[in-house]
């Protein structure tokens, strides 16, 4: 097979209205790294990046003007603010993380919305975060290394 980037595959493409501020704001919040190249539009838009987390990684991507990430479509429709209202991924990624306590701690420092607190269920520990555009995240710490 043809060579995987960090054997995953699976790889959740996630569209952002700023490609090039997601990145940061990942990084600041959750920890992501910017990983491989940009690929820009003429008039410097980002239109791709790629970001890594312990090994996960995630295409981070722009889908064209007509998009609205999250919190702006659920501004506009009543149906979208409904369903954001449970605190649980509806799109968005599960990131599995040796010490969730210190994801969740970077993750309010640095202006993410934490929709589930830091819970310990079965399967390990975990918390839900929404970045700076709405989108959803659930970082995961498993049993064998959750303390």
């Known amino acids: 097979m043809a060579d ?13 209205e ?9 990084g600041a ?11 820009a539009d003429p008039d410097g838009t980002v239109t791709h990046a790629e970001v890594e987390l312990g090994g ?13 990430n999250p919190d702006r479509h659920a501004r506009d429709c009543a149906a979208a603010r409904h369903w954001l209202e449970a605190p649980n991924v509806v799109d968005g990624a599960l990131i599995y993380v040796d010490d969730v306590a210190a994801c969740i701690m970077r993750a309010r420092e640095n202006g993410a ?6 819970e310990a269920q079965p399967f390990g520990r975990l918390f839900v975060a929404a970045d700076h555009e709405g989108h959803r995240w659930m970082f995961l710490q ?3 290394t959750a303390s």
């Open 142 to 144: 498993p049993p064998a």
């Open 56 to 68: 996960a990684l995630i295409v981070l991507g722009d889908p064209g003007r007509a998009y609205q």
């Open 113 to 118: 919305t934490i929709l589930r607190d830091l």
């Open 29 to 39: 919040m959750f920890g992501f790294v910017e990983h491989g190249e940009r690929f």
């Open 4 to 16: 995987i980037p960090f054997g995953q595959r699976a790889v959740p493409m996630l569209a952002y």
């Open 18 to 26: 700023d490609v090039g501020l997601a990145v940061e704001r990942l």
